[in-house]
C-alpha cells in the first residue's frame, strides 16, 4: 500500500468522525407551560407545540388543529413543461416541502 494510499485512508476515516449525528435539545418554554415540538425527518421546522403545563394543554390542541388544518388544505402547484403550463394539486404541507428555500 502506498503512503498516498494509507494517508487517504486515515483522511476518509477521521471526517467522518466529527460527522456524527446529535439530538438537538428541544428548546422549552416552563414559565409559559408550551415547548415547541420535536422535529421529524418529514418536518424538520415543525409548528406543532407540546403543553408542559396541563393547563396550557386547551390552548396547544386547538393550536395544532389549527395548524394540522392549515397544512392540509389544498393548493395547485404550477410548473411549465415544453411552454405549457402544468397544475399539480396538492397539500400545503407538500407544497411547503417542494419548494423549501
Not at 460527522?19 to 415540538?37: C, D, F, H, K, L
Not at 394543554?57 to 395547485?76: D, K, L, Q, S
Amino acid at each position: 500500500m502506498s503512503a498516498k494510499t494509507v494517508i487517504a485512508v486515515v483522511l476518509l476515516v477521521a471526517s467522518g468522525l466529527p460527522v456524527a449525528q446529535t439530538v438537538p435539545a428541544i428548546p422549552s418554554n416552563t414559565e409559559g407551560g408550551v415547548q415547541r415540538g420535536p422535529a421529524t425527518p418529514d418536518d424538520p421546522l415543525p409548528a406543532k407545540l407540546i403543553a408542559v403545563d396541563p393547563k396550557e394543554a386547551p390552548f396547544v390542541a386547538e393550536y395544532n388543529a389549527r395548524i394540522e388544518a392549515f397544512y392540509n388544505e389544498m393548493t395547485t402547484n404550477y410548473t411549465v413543461v415544453d411552454g405549457y403550463c402544468v397544475a399539480t394539486p396538492m397539500t400545503r404541507k407538500l407544497f411547503f416541502l417542494i419548494n423549501k428555500r
